[in-house]
Antibody
Framework: EVQLVESGGGLVKPGGSLRLSCAAS????????FNWVRQAPGKGLEWISS????????DYADSLRGRFSISRDDAKNSLYLQMHSLGAEDTAVYYC??????????????WGQGTLVTVSS | DIQMTQSPSSLSASVGDRVTITCQAS??????LNWYQQKPGKAPKVLIY???NLQTGVPLRFSGSGSGTHFTFTISSLQPEDVATYYC????????FGGGTTVAIK
């Protein structure tokens, strides 16, 4: 069974940093691309970033480029999102999402349950 | 950036009604479009991929059509379990989602 389990969310002060993790199981992690997608409370879905197998291709939403960094560790079957200079607008549920695209992102077939990040003083 | 405009933002229909949601892309995206369903408190689920292909296991009452800049998502006979928010998503240039359409039962 495919499972994606996010962790690392929580309360962070404005200007702070946070690293999210996503532990994957039930499939060959190294063969897939992944995305981070977030959803602010009561709002729609916002794509953040994607990473292809082996990290060959990495893409970011223009509005977040420079503050967020995606990475993967195939030996640990894990995906990461490093976030810096956080503001209230970054408060959201962050989803780890497996992509069916071989290189560039195409679509998500499996999602994690999400981890809530709250930016507040 | 490619902007995806969904309409309406919300709708209310009776059980058995035909429901249609549209998604307009700010530039030609060919058929590089997917549709997702998100129920309250849950992660999204893909229903339609590449504009018109039904994901395995998805009921036949769901369908999608369109290409270029104009796309349509249809529920042929609305069921109580279809209450959810629906999103379109393009992948012609990176990824972006539409604003969502919340479907309720009248």
């Amino acid at each position: 069974e495919v499972q994606l389990v996010e962790s690392g969310g929580g309360l962070v002060k404005p200007g702070g940093s946070l690293r999210l993790s996503c532990a994957a199981s039930g499939f060959t992690f190294s063969s897939y691309s992944f995305n981070w997608v977030r959803q602010a409370p009561g709002k729609g879905l916002e794509w953040i970033s994607s990473i292809s197998p082996s990290g060959t291709f990495i893409d970011y939403a223009d509005s977040l480029r420079g503050r967020f960094s995606i990475s993967r560790d195939d030996a640990k079957n894990s995906l990461y999102l490093q976030m810096h200079s956080l503001g209230a607008e970054d408060t959201a549920v962050y989803y780890c999402a497996r992509d069916w695209g071989a290189a560039r992102p195409q679509g998500v077939d499996y999602w994690g349950q999400g981890t809530l990040v709250t930016v507040s003083s | 950036d490619i902007q995806m405009t969904q309409s309406p933002s919300s709708l209310s229909a009776s059980v058995g009604d035909r429901v249609t949601i549209t998604c307009q892309a700010s530039q030609d995206i060919s058929n590089y479009l997917n549709w997702y369903q998100q129920k309250p408190g849950k992660a999204p689920k893909v229903l339609i991929y590449d504009a018109s292909n039904l994901q395995t296991g998805v009921p036949l009452r769901f369908s999608g059509s369109g290409s270029g800049t104009h796309f349509t998502f249809t529920i042929s006979s609305l069921q109580p379990e279809d209450v959810a928010t629906y999103y379109c998503q393009q992948y012609e240039d990176l990824v972006s989602f539409g604003g969502g359409t919340t479907v309720a039962i009248k």
